[in-house]
Every structure is written in structure tokens, then in C-alpha cells.
């Protein structure tokens, strides 16, 4: 069974900052990874998808990075929309479609 | 464009059941594969199973197995998801979700509020 850590649980930054956020699977899943970001009260939205393309309508300050057991998800310079909680994906391997513990930005 | 519209809030008791629906818009659901997902207060999402199109059969994650059935109506473009044996840990945000042209989570239902409680 395939575990999703993500690291660090959360990131004090502030606006205009680099985020450097990471998922590390127990298991290689290929480039079979997403991110999601989910605001408070709203449903996750789809940011990355097979580890480093962007989904439509996503920021180019979004990128995303790595193969096999690890990941990055970077923004590059923070905006005040962008303080959220960040989740990482698999569906590589059983359970598919798994999440990570999910990464919170906020601000410092 | 495609959008998923879900039930709305419910209050159970423990022990009883529940069943969720998620209405598809802009899209036949026989053409899809529906997901859902949960996340309990300030917790993580949850996978909790979905349709495989490559098996052609729905497929549950462990801890729901026995506990939870994934239903369509293809007549009304509307998605069920029913979890039976209700306990105060399923309080919960229930999304339905789509797999999308990325082959990934997208889009996703606004979500519906289980609260299990005597």
C-alpha cells in the first residue's frame, strides 16, 4: 500500500515569498501525481496534474516537479489568494487515488 | 462544461444510513467516472472509492468495504453514494468528483455535510 507524506504539515510565509512544499511516496508512482489546493468552505481544485503540468486556468507561478517517490510543488511568489491547504495525489498503486495529510500555507 | 451538483446537508443518527446524490450537468454520466470523497472537520481528504472504466466494475477503498455503495441512475445523470452503519466518526464533507480529460480529480461537487449524532 502506497502512503503519501507530505512535508512540512505547515508553512509560515509571506506574501511575495517562495513556497517549496513536498510529497514523498513510500513507493515509486511514477510521475502518477497531483495537487490540489482547498480554501476554507470550498470543495479542493486540481492545480498539477502528472506531476508537472498545470490545469487549465491555473497560474503560471504554480510548478510542479519530480519522478518516482519524490515531489515539489513550488509557487513561486506568493499571493494573498494563495495561502491555502495543498494536497498531493497518487494513482499509481493500491489504494488508488490516495492523498497525502495535505500542507497548510499561511501567513506569517 | 461539465458540473456536479450535490444534495444537500443531513442529520443522522447513529446506526442509520445515508445516501448522497450528485447531479451531472453538461455531460452523459455513462461516459464518466465518478468518485467520492470525504473529509471529516479540520481533517484531510479521503478517497473512499469510485467507478474503474478499465475493470468496468466500482471499486471501494478498504475501510468502506461492506459499509458503502456507489450507484448511478444514467436515466437522470445523478450519482448516489450511500454509507450505512452510521457512526459519530463519518461527520464528514461528502464530495463527488469527476475524472477529468487530465485523467485526474476535476471538477468536484460543492460537497455535503453528513453529521451523525444522537
Known amino acids: 500500500e502506497i502512503v503519501l507524506t507530505q512535508s512540512p504539515a505547515t508553512l509560515s510565509l509571506s506574501p511575495g515569498e517562495r513556497a517549496t512544499l513536498s510529497c514523498r511516496a513510500s513507493?515509486?508512482?511514477?510521475?502518477?501525481l497531483a495537487w490540489y489546493q482547498q480554501k476554507p468552505g470550498q470543495a479542493p481544485r486540481l492545480l498539477i496534474y502528472d506531476a508537472s503540468n498545470r490545469a487549465t486556468g491555473i497560474p503560471a507561478r504554480f510548478s510542479g516537479s519530480g519522478s518516482g517517490t519524490d515531489f515539489t510543488l513550488t509557487i513561486s511568489s506568493l499571493e494573498p489568494e494563495d495561502f491555502a491547504v495543498y494536497y498531493c495525489?497518487?494513482?499509481?498503486?493500491?489504494?488508488?487515488?490516495?492523498f497525502g495529510q495535505g500542507t497548510k500555507v499561511e501567513i506569517k | 462544461q461539465v458540473q456536479l451538483v450535490q444534495s444537500g446537508a443531513e442529520v443522522k443518527k447513529p446506526g442509520a444510513s445515508v445516501k448522497v446524490s450528485c447531479k451531472v450537468s453538461g455531460y452523459t454520466l455513462t461516459e464518466l467516472s465518478m468518485h467520492w470523497v470525504r473529509q471529516a472537520p479540520g481533517k484531510g481528504l479521503e478517497w473512499m472509492g469510485g467507478f474503474d472504466p478499465e475493470d468496468g466494475e466500482t471499486i471501494y477503498a478498504q475501510k468502506f468495504q461492506g459499509r458503502v455503495t456507489m450507484t448511478e441512475d444514467t436515466s437522470t445523470d445523478t450519482a448516489y453514494m450511500e454509507l450505512s452503519s452510521l457512526r459519530s466518526e463519518d461527520t464528514a464533507v461528502y464530495y463527488c468528483?469527476?475524472?477529468?480529460?487530465?485523467?485526474?480529480?476535476?471538477?468536484w461537487g460543492q460537497g455535503t455535510l453528513v453529521t451523525v449524532s444522537s
Open positions: 495525489q497518487q494513482r499509481s498503486n493500491w489504494p488508488w487515488w490516495a
Open positions: 513507493q515509486s508512482v511514477s510521475s502518477y
Open positions: 468528483v469527476l475524472v477529468g480529460a487530465t485523467s485526474w480529480f476535476d471538477p
